[in-house]
């Protein structure tokens, strides 16, 4: 059983919070999307405004054990003060003496932002006396980073253990709520879109989602191994030879457990891997030699939105195709409808993070689904069916 931070008592207590600040920047260091920053005000509201003080800790980038002041997180710290409208003290560190002291002279009510996590090599080794010297920093421990729940490192596991009060933020929470909802107790039919380039990134997903779905749905680069081990030729598109037993394996499986498994039957095919390529709308079977396959079909597509319109519940990774290059982001985009219509039919619709949550997020669709993952690798595994490290820390009695 996981607490979440509104059920825990934190007057006059710090409460050392992990957070997702890993914002994108520009060369300049500019935020070039606050939306991760903007998402953890709840969490740190109902710290802030119950009495406590929110002591907020998150890694920036990937500056690999060594301070390097480009991933300084004084500037979210500063672009944090202007969302909460209020002052947010900053840290110059994350543990030791300037911590202590930028902690220890926090009033109740406010937010102290530490310095980068991983100025530390130590974080994401989960090191024991880099997690006691955070522990050092907090009375109450909370989670509010999803994204990095599948990590186990120092902030989103080892300190867990040197708190006595755990619990999850709202963020936290919601991404739980919704993603384990969604496979424990799902409305049905329960169908998964899957796409993304290589099928091996997401063989253990889909097995896993047989235990739960009624239709899975295979759209992106993967469908081509898929073909190929069905024994077509599809030219030169995507195919991962190493995988065509795995492919075969999943296929049959689907058809002994009785789930429907749906490969694409047509294509957009390119001459090359471009934005500019010449295209054909073409049949799987037909694709010519030296042609690749870079979206889903017409065909295809309307046979898949047909199964979304149709679910009780969606649950979508990956994209159907090079969504990045407008010519073959047709697929993606159909996708991104279909999940919207069925949302407004009453279907909970739940998008993974990583690459569908921002073709989501690029059609301007994101607030029109019911669910928007922010963690693209924890989302994959907690669909796996795997235990996050991030959350069993949570669950420490
Ligand atoms: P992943 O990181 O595995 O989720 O894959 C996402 C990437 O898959 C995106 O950058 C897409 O451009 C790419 N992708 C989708 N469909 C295809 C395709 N048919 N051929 C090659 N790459 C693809």
Sequence with gaps: MITTITDVDVTGKRVLTRVDFNVPQDENGRITDDTRIVETVPTLRAITERGGIAVVMSHLGRPKGSRQPKYSLRPIANHLAEVVGGPVHFAEDCIGPVAEAAVAAAQPGSIVVLENLR???EEEQNDVMFATALAKLGDVYCNDAFGTAHRAHASTAGVAAFLPVRCAGLLMQKELDYLGRALAEPKRPLVAVLGGSKISGKIDVIRALMDSCDTILVGGGMMFTFLVAQGKNVGASLVEEDRLNMARELLAEAERRGVRLLI???TIAADRFAADAATKTVKVTDIESGWMGLDIGPDTTATF????HSAGTVVWNGPMGVFEFPAFSHGTRAIADALVAATEQGAITIVGGGDSAAAITQFGLAQRVTHV??????SLE??????LPGVAALELT
């Design 305 to 308: 939105a047909d199964v979304i």
């Design 264 to 266: 694409p039957s047509d």
């Design 373 to 378: 993952s922010t963690g693209g690798g924890a």
């Design 119 to 121: 100025f530390y090599a």
């Design 382 to 387: 907690f669909l796996e069916g795997k235990v």
